[in-house]
């Protein structure tokens, strides 16, 4: 049925505007003033921002990690994500070494179908670079539609690549035209510190920060960034938490090199302080990288503020802390690392960002959605609200004020981050094309509706250039 979106404010990348929206067979048909209601279902959204449905670019739902697997899955975590504002993941898909690529994708399939609530795409995660792997990476990206690998520079033993590794996937994804991601710290100097810290009887969760410091982040992100400059490649960083790490990709956009930078909820909010909480209640907080000293805030908001990072994802990955958490009970390194993140992504950075004046309510819709889709190969379908877009909206009310729970979120796991703060604004309807998932506030979604979105090549639909970056 036709729908006609009434009475709010639209807002884009760019723009800030009062008009309809006339949404048909999934897609945005029209943009207008006294657009036709006839035959269309008239949806009032006064008093409302109008703007296109979050995208979130980093998730790991259902995914084995640190000896358990992540509580939220397609099913549980995608209707989280609506809630949130979110009508597209990207999810890390991960390989095994040895293994065709394909097995893997295949493995990620399985775990969405019929369960995801909300569009979906895969990262592919790269742990070695042989002939078998380039030999397959022209299908994955051709035909599975993965046009982003991803490089670990930690987790020595587990998923850690080595340089090797990560130049070589820089040097294919330039051929073929995909982007790589890195998770940025480097995993042997790590792995030393946290043996150190154990044989010295540090066993609390406070000692996951300190065996991690900044430094390492910062030496990470810059050798990562060196790479893709050498290899004439494109890098994006993620999960950017700190000083170094921002000054590390300022240099090398200064430089010229294609590089980008995301951060998450957490970084902007949380801090290292949180790990120090009794009871074991800091391994709630335990992620890598780790929360860092209060400072590193303003940091990373002044690098929001002026483009030096340009994308905000959620890093979800979720564990209970009974049962999961608790497994690094006298041992922080065995504590799984990540946090629940996907449904208070967008509010975060709404009622933090927006209402308390350190970005614009433009940025938030490039930072949240535009950005993302641009250079993950979904824009102009997704990330944008155009005519011929796909009608994923968020409905958002900017005034209301809510307090965070586990009680009232709608992920599965069992503790939230933020338990107990406040914040400003909360999606009140999400339409995913053009369907209602969310409405007024209860879900209204159905498991499996959710698509599996083969992307576009990097820069292929849409020229990127890093002078794209805003700044205020
Ligand atoms: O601690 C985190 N961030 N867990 C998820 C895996 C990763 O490194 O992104
Ligand atoms: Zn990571
Ligand atoms: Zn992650």
Request: glycine fraction near 10%.
């Amino acid at each position: 049925m036709k729908k006609v979106i009434k009475n709010g404010t639209i807002v884009t990348a760019t723009d800030t505007y009062q008009a309809e929206i006339l949404v048909e067979n999934g897609v945005i048909s029209q943009i207008g003033m006294n657009l036709s209601t006839e035959g269309a279902e008239v949806i009032d959204a006064n008093g409302c921002y109008v703007f296109p449905g979050g995208i979130d670019p980093h998730t790991h739902l259902e995914m084995p990690f640190g000896g358990t697997v992540t509580k939220d899955d397609f099913e549980t975590g995608t209707i989280a994500a609506a809630f949130g504002g979110t009508t597209t993941v990207i999810d890390f898909c991960l390989s095994n070494k040895g293994e065709p690529l394909k097995d893997a994708i295949d493995t990620w399939h399985g775990k969405s179908k019929d369960k995801a609530v909300i569009d979906y795409g895969f990262h592919l995660s790269i742990g070695e670079v042989n002939d078998a792997v380039l030999n397959e990476l022209p299908s994955v990206i051709e035909n599975e539609g993965i046009t982003s690998f991803k490089v670990f520079m930690a987790y020595k033993n587990v998923l850690q690549a080595d340089d090797e590794t990560l130049f070589k996937t820089l040097l294919a994804a330039k051929e073929l035209g995909a982007l790589v991601m890195v998770h940025a710290e480097n995993g042997d100097v790590i792995d030393y510190l946290v043996k150190k810290a154990l044989s010295e009887g540090k066993t609390e969760p406070i000692y996951h920060a300190l065996t991690r410091p900044q430094e390492i982040e910062g030496e990470a992100t810059e050798r990562a960034a060196t790479f893709a400059g050498l290899a004439n490649s494109q890098l994006y960083v993620v999960h950017v938490t700190c000083a170094d790490a921002v000054k590390a990709i300022t240099e090398a956009r200064e430089k010229g090199f294609d590089v980008w930078g995301e951060t998450c909820p957490q970084y902007l909010v949380l801090d290292q302080s949180y790990l120090e909480k009794p009871n074991f209640e800091g391994a709630k907080y335990v992620w890598s990288p780790p929360l860092r000293e209060k400072w590193n805030q303003d940091v990373l908001w002044n690098a929001l503020r002026t483009g030096q990072l340009q994308t905000f994802g959620s890093d979800q990955c979720s564990f209970d802390f009974k049962g999961q958490k608790e497994l690094g009970v006298g041992d922080f390194s065995k504590i799984p690392n990540g946090g629940p993140m996907i449904e208070e992504r967008l509010t975060v950075l709404f009622s933090e960002g927006v209402k308390k004046g350190r970005i614009t309510l433009n940025q938030f819709v490039d930072l949240i959605s535009t950005r993302v889709a641009k250079l993950f190969g979904l824009y102009p379908k997704k990330g944008t609200i155009a005519v011929g877009a796909d009608a994923d909206i968020v409905i958002f009310d900017p005034t209301i004020e809510r307090t965070i729970s586990a009680e009232t979120h709608h992920m599965a796991v069992d503790y939230s981050a933020f338990e107990g703060m406040k914040f400003t604004g909360e999606p009140v309807s999400v339409l995913s094309r053009g369907e209602f998932v969310v409405r007024d506030k209860q879900f209204v979604g159905k498991l499996g509706a959710g698509q599996f979105i083969k992307r576009a090549k990097y820069g292929e639909n849409y020229e990127i250039t890093k002078d794209q970056t805003a700044t205020v």
